[in-house]
T-cell receptor, first 113, second 115 residues
Framework: DQQVKQNSPSLSVQEGRISILNCDYT??????FLWYKKYPAEGPTFLIS?????DKNEDGRFTVFLNKSAKHLSLHIVPSQPGDSAVYFC????????????FGTGTKLQVIP | GAGVSQSPRYKVAKRGQDVALRCDPI?????LFWYQQALGQGPEFLTY????????KSGLPSDRFFAERPEGSVSTLKIQRTQQEDSAVYLC?????????????FGSGTRLTVV
C-alpha cells in the first residue's frame, strides 16, 4: 500500500516558468513532510519541509503548500531553472513513531532552456 | 569524511550468491538508515540503527537480509542467496538526530544487479 503517492512520473516546464509538483498521502498520522531532490547516480538531498501545523513554507524559489484536509501537498518552483532538472521525491514522517521516512515514487522534472 | 560513503558503487551477483554492502556514515552520526530503491520507485525503508542498536528492522523483506553496525559506525547490509527481485539501489543515510529528518544525509547508493 503506497502511503505517499506522486501520480505524475514526469513533468516538463520551460525555463522561467513555474513548476508544480504534487503529492498525496493516505496516512493521517503523518505530521511532517519533506521534498528531496535527486540527481542521477547521487543520493537524495533534502530540499524543503513543512510541519502539519503550517500550510505554507517558503525558501527562495521553492514553496511547499500543505492541505491537510485533502491530504495533499505541492512543491512550487518559481522561476524554474535548467539546474532544477532532477527527480523530486515527496516524503512523509510521523514524529510520534519510529524515525522512518516514507517516500513517494518520484516525479522527474525537466526544465527546458 | 565529508559525506556518507557507500561501497561498492556497483555490484553484479549471480542468483544464489551472498553479497555485502558497506556504508560509512558521517563521523559522529549516531543514526543510520538503509533504504532500498527499486527501478522507477521511491526509496523504501529497510532498517534503522541508533549507534550499534538496531531499533527497527521492520522493512527487511525476508530473513535473507541482515544488517549490522557492531561498533556504532560502519554498517554492513548482507543479502544471502540473492534473487532477481533483490536488484535495486541500496541507499544508506546517516544523521546526528533521527528526530530531524531534514538532517538525514544520503550516500550515492550501491546498485545491485542480480543475474
Amino acid at each position: 500500500d503506497q502511503q505517499v503517492k506522486q501520480n505524475s512520473p514526469s513533468l516538463s516546464v520551460q525555463e522561467g516558468r513555474i513548476s508544480i509538483l504534487n503529492c498525496d498521502y493516505t496516512n493521517s498520522m503523518f505530521d511532517y513532510f519533506l521534498w528531496y531532490k535527486k540527481y542521477p547516480a547521487e543520493g537524495p538531498t533534502f530540499l524543503i519541509s513543512i510541519s502539519s501545523i503550517k500550510d505554507k513554507n517558503e525558501d527562495g524559489r521553492f514553496t511547499v503548500f500543505l492541505n491537510k484536509s485533502a491530504k495533499h501537498l505541492s512543491l512550487h518552483i518559481v522561476p524554474s531553472q535548467p539546474g532544477d532538472s532532477a527527480v523530486y521525491f515527496c516524503a512523509a514522517w510521523n514524529s510520534g513513531g519510529y524515525q522512518k521516512v516514507t517516500f513517494g515514487t518520484g516525479t522527474k522534472l525537466q526544465v527546458i532552456p | 569524511g565529508a559525506g556518507v560513503s557507500q561501497s561498492p558503487r556497483y555490484k553484479v551477483a549471480k542468483r544464489g550468491q551472498d553479497v555485502a554492502l558497506r556504508c560509512d556514515p558521517i563521523s559522529g552520526h549516531v543514526s543510520l538508515f538503509w533504504y532500498q530503491q527499486a527501478l522507477g520507485q521511491g526509496p523504501e525503508f529497510l532498517t534503522y540503527f541508533q549507534n550499534e542498536a538496531q531499533l527497527d528492522k521492520s522493512g527487511l523483506p525476508s530473513d535473507r537480509f541482515f544488517a549490522e553496525r557492531p561498533e556504532g559506525s560502519v554498517s554492513t547490509l548482507k543479502i544471502q542467496r540473492t534473487q532477481q527481485e533483490d536488484s535495486a539501489v541500496y541507499l544508506c543515510a546517516s544523521s546526528n538526530d533521527a528526530r530531524v529528518p531534514s538532517g538525514y544525509t544520503f550516500g550515492s547508493g550501491t546498485r545491485l544487479t542480480v543475474v
